[in-house]
């Protein structure tokens, strides 16, 4: 099969990264990026260095209006309407959209306008354009939608963790806790907070543990309709740079663990950890849950293909 042909529009934080995954993956390739709020040369140096991920090991360089990366060549525009990239000049199919701007069927939907054939948003909707999280209900795509959301980080860990659980024992309900990693519309020293909405969020994100909202724990209901208004969230944002973790606390029906023969105490630590090691070992969970045997540490998670890793209860005595 050939490889998927992908533009990106939007050269921030996501897109790099889905243009790194994309360049590494045999299944990808990057026909095009889209960002009229850089210049050529700022794009490949914020391509080659990473904070987080650290160096890209290809070199990144500019070749009239292309990226290069390593033999690969990568058309850059910078249009600010999505109706006006020429996705099609260059045989782009599917188009990543990493804007946060156009998350809606309609707006992200004139990408099309430019010759691509489908629009992947890469946040929740703000419609309601159909939502899939991979491994959970991907399978439900008939193909027949041309724009779709990959929902947020936080759901693409909770949702394959609450799946599990859920068509084993049943969950009641439950309550997500994700310790966030600091974003782009912090402040790094106290000052008005953007848009003057959320006081809170103009505090400093170097030294604060700064509450927020967040959406994950409704969107999961989306895309696990039977956990629909089943559970609810809350979020924190704290001075780390990779992505979430999360801290959850399920309700399971008690009949089901009570027919396998297990106390709750018991199936708290011995059986969850084990039933989740047969998930995490299994051969079609791999991609989405990982395990750590060692106690647990933020840095072991960079890099990582997993979405949500199972960790917490090998750590505990």
Excluded at 92 to 115: K, L, M, N, P, R
Excluded at 213 to 227: D, E, F, N, Y
Aim: proline share 5%; hydrophobic share 40%.
């Amino acid at each position: 099969m050939a490889p998927v042909v992908l533009g990106i529009n939007g050269f921030g934080r996501i897109g790099r990264l889905v243009t790194r995954a994309a360049l590494d993956s045999p299944d990808a390739t990057i026909a095009a990026v889209n960002d009229p709020f850089l210049s050529l040369e700022y794009a490949a140096y914020q391509l080659q260095h990473d904070s987080v991920h650290g160096m890209y090991p290809e070199e990144v360089t500019v070749d009239g209006d292309c990226l290069v990366v390593g033999s690969q060549r990568i058309k850059f525009f910078s249009e600010r309407n999505p109706a006006d990239i020429p996705w099609g000049s260059v045989g782009v199919d599917y188009v990543c959209e990493s804007t946060g701007v156009f998350t809606t069927g309609v707006s992200a939907g004139a990408h099309i306008e430019g010759g691509c054939k489908k629009v992947i948003i890469s946040a929740p909707p703000k419609d309601d354009s159909p939502m899939y999280v991979m491994g959970v209900n991907h399978t439900d795509y008939d193909g027949s939608a041309t724009v779709v959301s990959n929902a947020s980080c936080t759901t693409n860990c909770l949702a394959p963790l609450a799946m599990v659980l859920h068509n084993k024992f049943g969950i009641v309900e439950g309550l997500m806790t994700t310790i966030h990693a600091a974003t782009a519309n912090q402040l790094v020293v106290d000052g008005p907070a953007k848009g003057g909405k959320d006081w809170r969020a103009g505090r400093s994100a170097l030294n604060n543990l700064i509450p927020a909202s967040t959406g994950a724990a409704k969107a999961v209901g989306k895309v696990i309709p039977a956990l629909n208004g089943k559970l609810t969230g809350m979020a924190v944002r704290v001075s780390i740079q990779k992505d979430v973790m999360s801290v959850r606390s399920f309700l399971l029906n008690s009949h089901n663990i009570a027919y396998i023969g297990f106390s709750i105490p018991d199936f708290l630590h011995v059986f969850l950890q084990n039933y989740f090691y047969c998930i995490i070992t299994g051969p079609h969970s791999r991609c989405l849950i990982g395990g750590l045997d060692s106690p647990n540490r933020r840095a072991l998670y960079r890099r990582r293909d997993q979405r949500s890793s199972e960790g917490g209860l090998r750590d505990l005595p």
